[in-house]
């Protein structure tokens, strides 16, 4: 099994696996040509694409969006994000998906009205990934200068190898990854999804 192999050999699997989808590897081909500081394509598209790839459903199947996150503490309002997210639309245009950019230096100024909880202040794009609900979904991956790949990976590989959901109980509600392991054990069956540990809080509910 791909979850078994040592890290090296499951980082090789793992860019085989992404570069499958067509569409993610030019979200993260367009992305690079943004410059967003400390940017990353993360979250669903990136570990879906692996359980689409190991269960042999196609690469894209039920992805949803793909979201790209930057971190730029220097300019926190929103017309500054939304600056970069007009120039992202234009740089997505004709892809057939949705994507999404976030700017997660500001995540803490809206988080809690949106979600109902605190959430202190980011320092990276990857303290953002750390808090996602499930460490499953705790990846990144975007293109350095010279086209290498940069995998942010805290939790490694194998439980996206292994189609394994484990909870991340950091941040937001038990309920928030509850409902969201649910709808992606409809959608891959083979999921095993683990519970959440009684007594915690929780993850990002973003994904």
């Not at 979850?3 to 860019?15: D, H, I, K, Y």
């Not at 503490?73 to 120039?87: F, G, P, Y």
């Not at 004709?94 to 995540?107: D, F, M």
């Not at 991340?168 to 990854?177: E, G, H, I, K």
Request: hydrophobic share 40%.
């Amino acid at each position: 099994m791909l979850g078994r192999l040592p890290l090296a050999e499951q980082l090789v699997a793992f860019r085989a696996a992404l570069g499958h989808n067509e569409i993610l590897t030019e979200v993260m081909a367009r992305t690079a040509t943004l410059d967003l500081p400390g940017w990353y394509v993360t979250a669903g598209c990136l570990f879906q694409t692996v359980w689409n790839v190991v269960t042999g459903r196609p690469p894209a199947h039920s992805i949803r969006d793909y979201d790209v996150f930057y971190f730029d503490d220097t300019d926190l309002s929103w017309e500054a994000e939304d600056a970069v997210i007009k120039a992202g639309q234009e740089v997505f245009d004709g892809l057939p998906a949705e994507v999404e950019i976030r700017n997660e230096a500001r995540v803490h100024l809206w988080y809690e009205r949106k979600f109902g909880v605190p959430c202190a202040p980011h320092d990276s794009t990857e303290s953002a990934i750390d808090r996602f609900a499930a460490t499953t979904c705790c990846l990144g991956v975007r293109l350095e200068r010279g086209g290498e790949w940069r995998v942010y990976a805290p939790h490694g590989l194998s439980d996206v190898f292994n189609l394994v959901v484990r909870p991340n109980p950091v941040l937001a509600p038990r309920q928030v990854y509850e409902a969201k392991a649910a709808r992606w054990k409809e959608e891959w069956p083979e999921l095993t999804v683990l519970p959440w540990p009684s007594g915690e809080a929780g993850g990002d509910p973003r994904r």
